[in-house]
Structure formats: structure tokens, C-alpha cells
């Protein structure tokens, strides 16, 4: 769906968030990992097609600062924070310049962590601003390389993303900058910024909203 990798639910705590999505959902989360260089921690569920959801959180044994684990810390209900674009490494250096001519500071990090069989994933991550006037409509930008996808390691599980929208009250502006950095989905003009994930769930349609 629109080349998304997956969809980042956060919160400040990983224990709490998970269970709020299991009794959203009647969906149970599969072990994710820690993030060394982000100070962050997560985990993970399935969906029936290659889109797979996120749950992160501040890694309370870690003392890393960074920019993603002081947002997370800030919040007192867990939402839909980011969501994450599948991409190729070379993609990157235009996808930044992008993002430096609307005013966003980002970087690309490579990152890693471990999986509970013992492998080690590692992938690049072209990440904008934890804070910045677009939030989750400036989207992260991911490339595998050759790590296996996380989508085809989780347990299956009886979850499908059916429908993702969004509007803005400056649609133009916005699909301008999703024009430069060559990400595509239908915009809606609204009076207040929304961006809803749809979920197909056991307890039936399950919305993840911004």
C-alpha cells in the first residue's frame, strides 16, 4: 500500500502500549528488539500482506539521547507516530536535499538490532526531525539491503491494514514536498490534519490515528 514498510504505533512505555494494542485489537505482539543507537526498543505484529506494525517505546535500560526517545518520552497516550517508506539507499542524498529546501533537518543512520533467533538486522534509515512542522507527513525512509524483511520472520498473525487516509488543510504544499521526496497517496483537504490507519482485526475495524 503506497510503498509503506510499516507503521510506527509509540508510546512511553513498551509494556503498557502493548497491551493497549492487545485490547484494541485482540491481537498478541511479537518480540522486536532494542535499538542501541536510538535509546528505543519495540515490537512487533504481523499483517497478512508485507506492511507490518511497530510498537516503540523509550528503552528504559538505555541512557542514549536522541531526538525519537525524547518525543516517546513526552507521551501520555499512545498514537500513530510515524509510518516508514520502503527505499533504496541511493534515493537518499535527493530525498535529503528534499526535505533541507522545505526547512526539515534530517540524516540517514544505519542501524541494528537483534532478533530473538540471534540474527543481526541492519538497514539504513533516512530520518527527519523527531520534531518538525510536518510531523507524521514527513515519513521516514528505510532500505533493508540484504537483512531479511521483518515481515517474513513475525508470527502469523490475524491482522490486515484495509484502508489508509489522510487530509491537510494545505493538501498543495503537502503533496508538493510528497511529490520531491517521492512518496504518492491520495490527499484530502481538512480543516484539522488527520492520518488514520485502518485495521482489519478479531474485534473487528480498529483505527490507528495520528
Same mark, same amino acid.
Given at each position: 500500500?503506497?510503498? %509503506?514498510? *510499516?507503521?510506527? $504505533?509509540?508510546?512511553?512505555? $513498551?509494556?503498557? =502500549?502493548? /497491551?493497549? !494494542?492487545?485490547?484494541l485489537t485482540g491481537i498478541p505482539v511479537a518480540s522486536g528488539g532494542v535499538h542501541p543507537d536510538l535509546g528505543t526498543h519495540n515490537k512487533l505484529v504481523a499483517t497478512i500482506s508485507d506492511i507490518y506494525l511497530e510498537l516503540i517505546a523509550p528503552n528504559p535500560?538505555? #541512557?542514549?539521547r536522541t531526538g525519537l526517545r525524547d518525543v516517546l518520552e513526552q507521551m501520555a497516550q499512545p498514537h500513530l507516530h510515524r509510518f516508514i517508506v520502503q527505499? /533504496?539507499? #541511493? *534515493? !537518499? &542524498?535527493? %530525498? =535529503?536535499?528534499?526535505? /533541507? +529546501?522545505?526547512?526539515?533537518?534530517?540524516?540517514?543512520? *544505519? $542501524?541494528? +538490532?537483534?532478533t530473538a533467533s540471534g540474527e543481526t538486522l541492519r538497514w539504513q534509515l533516512l530520518m527527519p526531525a523527531a520534531v518538525n512542522e510536518y510531523g507524521i507527513f514527513a515519513p521516514l !525512509? %528505510?532500505?533493508?539491503?540484504?537483512?531479511? *524483511? &521483518?515481515? +517474513?520472520? $513475525?508470527p502469523s498473525a490475524p491482522c490486515s491494514v484495509v484502508a489508509c487516509s489522510a487530509g491537510h488543510p494545505e493538501p498543495e504544499r503537502l503533496q508538493a514536498l510528497w511529490d520531491e521526496i517521492g512518496f504518492k497517496m491520495p490527499l484530502a483537504t481538512a480543516v484539522d490534519p488527520y492520518f488514520t490507519v485502518t485495521l482489519d482485526t478479531p474485534k473487528g475495524p480498529v483505527d490507528l490515528r495520528a
Open positions: 500500500m503506497y510503498n %509503506i514498510d *510499516h507503521f510506527m $504505533l509509540a508510546g512511553n512505555n $513498551l509494556d503498557s =502500549l502493548s /497491551q493497549y !494494542f492487545t485490547d535500560a538505555s #541512557d542514549m527505499s /533504496q539507499a #541511493d *534515493h !537518499f &542524498p535527493d %530525498i =535529503l536535499s528534499a526535505y /533541507q +529546501r522545505v526547512g526539515v533537518a534530517a540524516e540517514v543512520k *544505519h $542501524l541494528s +538490532r537483534q !525512509f %528505510i532500505d533493508w539491503g540484504t537483512a531479511t *524483511h &521483518p515481515a +517474513r520472520t $513475525l
